[in-house]
């Protein structure tokens, strides 16, 4: 395939625009091409050049963009004067580093996340920004630590968004704080989601302590309630049955089936022996 034929595309970099394709003049092709007769037998070798399906080849002709080719196959290139850069827009997944931070109430947490995309405009990835991938992934731990900060890790109140109920929200927020901040390098993200959440290792006891306390309390709650149903059902019973039961007598009723109900171990009926 000949270096006409090569499928070639100029690219829109939008507002960030530095390095549109540009024509290279006609006396630059006229001295490559002077460069490739003399040098002819190392040109042969040198003027191949393979681009890889989901790659771009990024041509650079005498420090102007030149060309970007994408279409899959061997094209030929005279390589005088010309530096060649291939741009993988494969899917990557990077695994952001584990990090404490400080929740919404204060309480240090630790937080992974993983995080999909990949380059839909190569000539952006390559101008505007150094070692594209590590910007991604830096990017992503800053915005990372931005949005845990705004959530609790754990809310009592069940419709109130924290890190370990409101998966969904924290997620698509990630994902488009993250976008907005990689737009520039040309990358679009697909997923940003938390791989890792936990209380950090000098406060997990003393969370773990408040948990089983507050799984106690709610517990208590339960069982009164079901008590204070159950001794009203039985009082209402009586009643129905025509059993007439006096105020003292209920109080008495309703001490005692409370007791028995929401005693933690087996209770021992005590019966008064009056002489």
């Not at 003049?25 to 050049?49: A, D, N, Q, V, Y």
């Not at 790659?55 to 650079?60: D, G, K, M, N, P």
């Not at 994408?70 to 010309?82: A, F, M, Q, S, T």
Request: glycine fraction near 6%; include cysteine.
């Amino acid at each position: 395939m000949s270096g006409k034929d090569a499928r070639t595309h100029p690219v829109d970099m939008g507002d960030d625009a530095q390095t549109p394709i540009e024509e290279v003049p006609c006396h630059m092709h006229m001295l490559r091409l002077f460069l490739g007769l003399i040098l002819f037998p190392i040109t042969i070798f040198t003027m191949w050049k393979t681009v890889q399906p989901r790659e771009a080849l990024l041509v650079i002709c005498f420090g102007k963009l030149w060309k970007v080719i994408d279409e899959p196959g061997c094209h030929v290139i005279v390589p005088w004067g010309c530096s060649f850069h291939t741009i993988s827009t494969k899917y990557i997944t990077i695994d952001t580093e584990k990090s404490t931070i400080s929740d919404l109430n204060g309480n240090p947490v630790i937080v992974g996340a993983i995080v999909n995309y990949h380059i839909v405009d190569p000539v952006k990835a390559f101008f505007n920004v150094e070692f594209v991938h590590n910007y991604v992934k830096v990017n992503a731990g800053t915005v990372l630590k931005a949005v845990v900060s705004k959530y609790p890790y754990e809310s009592k109140d069940p419709s109130h968004p924290s890190l370990k109920n409101a998966s969904d929200e924290i997620k698509l927020q990630l994902a488009e704080e993250l976008r907005k901040r990689v737009r520039v390098a040309g990358v679009e993200v697909s997923l940003f989601d938390l791989s890792d959440l936990y209380y950090a290792p000098e406060i997990a006891s003393a969370m773990l302590i408040r948990q089983q306390a507050q799984a106690t309390i709610d517990a208590r709650h339960l069982i009164v309630d079901g008590a204070v149903d159950i001794v009203g059902g039985a009082l209402e019973g009586l009643s129905a049955k025509g059993v007439r039961v006096s105020e003292s007598e209920a109080a008495k009723i309703a001490s005692n089936l409370l007791c028995v109900l929401c005693s933690d171990g087996h209770t021992q009926n005590v019966l008064p022996l009056h002489a």
